[in-house]
């Protein structure tokens, strides 16, 4: 194959699209595992996946969320969504990299 077809076959492909659903697939799985980490509650109810124009974000609005997270100056911080994030960053972006692989490798 020509440089100038694969050019033309590339050009068909849509890889930012690609890479925004397995980057919102994979933050779907990182909320639920947030999730199972929390007691049954308001809390583990309230996280979630926002999808943004490049990606999407997982977390919660309740502003018992960033208390724990972060913590107050009465409290000291429980983490709950940064340890997952930090725990599943590199599934992320495997996934992301064979979803993309994937389609380039039949092109």
Do not use: N
Request: zero cysteines.
């Amino acid at each position: 194959m020509r440089v100038g077809e694969l050019a033309v076959l590339l050009a068909r492909v849509d890889v930012r699209a690609l890479a925004l659903e397995a980057v919102r697939a994979q933050a779907a799985a990182m909320a639920e595992a947030v999730r199972t980490g929390l007691p049954v509650g308001a809390l583990r109810e309230s996280v979630g996946v926002v999808a943004t124009a490049d990606g999407a974000v997982v977390g919660s609005a309740l502003a018992a969320a960033a208390r724990r997270e972060f913590g107050t100056a009465g409290a000291a911080p429980v983490p709950f969504l940064g340890p997952v994030a930090a725990q599943r960053g590199a599934e992320l972006a495997r996934a992301v990299g064979e979803a993309v692989a994937g389609v380039l490798g039949g092109v």
